[in-house]
């Protein structure tokens, strides 16, 4: 997706979610979700850049900025944000993994102009 297509409205919903970038809260309809920052670091990673492919070593360098940190971190945060988001529950599906490579957020995202 090129940069100009790239949701820039603070406010981004998918599916029953609304996440509120600048306030750092994942709301689930009006209740904010309990997400540790690192998760919620991916999920932003994530949902800017949905339908692409997010490697592992962008998604490193932005949630774990100049430290060194071995995949399975990674792996434990992504595993953490899928949990909240009910993801694979109900046929929900919003984080998938591509192998070697790294993550991609699968679920539309529409931006939120309030």
């Given at each position: 997706m090129a940069d100009a297509a790239r949701p820039t409205a603070q406010i981004l919903a998918f599916g029953p979610?609304?996440?509120l970038r600048a306030q750092r809260v994942l709301l689930e309809?009006?209740?904010?979700?309990r997400l540790g920052s690192r998760a919620l670091d991916i999920l932003i990673?994530?949902?800017e850049r949905p339908g692409e492919v997010v490697?592992?070593?962008d998604l490193?360098?932005?949630v774990w900025p100049s430290?060194?940190?071995?995949?399975?971190?990674?792996?434990?945060?992504?595993?953490?944000?899928r949990k909240a988001l009910g993801d694979?529950?109900?046929g929900a599906r919003y984080v998938t993994n591509?192998?070697?490579r790294g993550y991609r957020f699968v679920a539309p995202v529409t931006p939120v102009h309030e």
């Open positions: 979610f609304r996440l309809g009006d209740t904010p979700l990673a994530l949902v490697s592992k070593e490193f360098a932005r430290t060194f940190v071995v995949e399975a971190n990674l792996k434990v945060h992504v595993g953490a944000l694979g529950q109900s591509v192998p070697g």
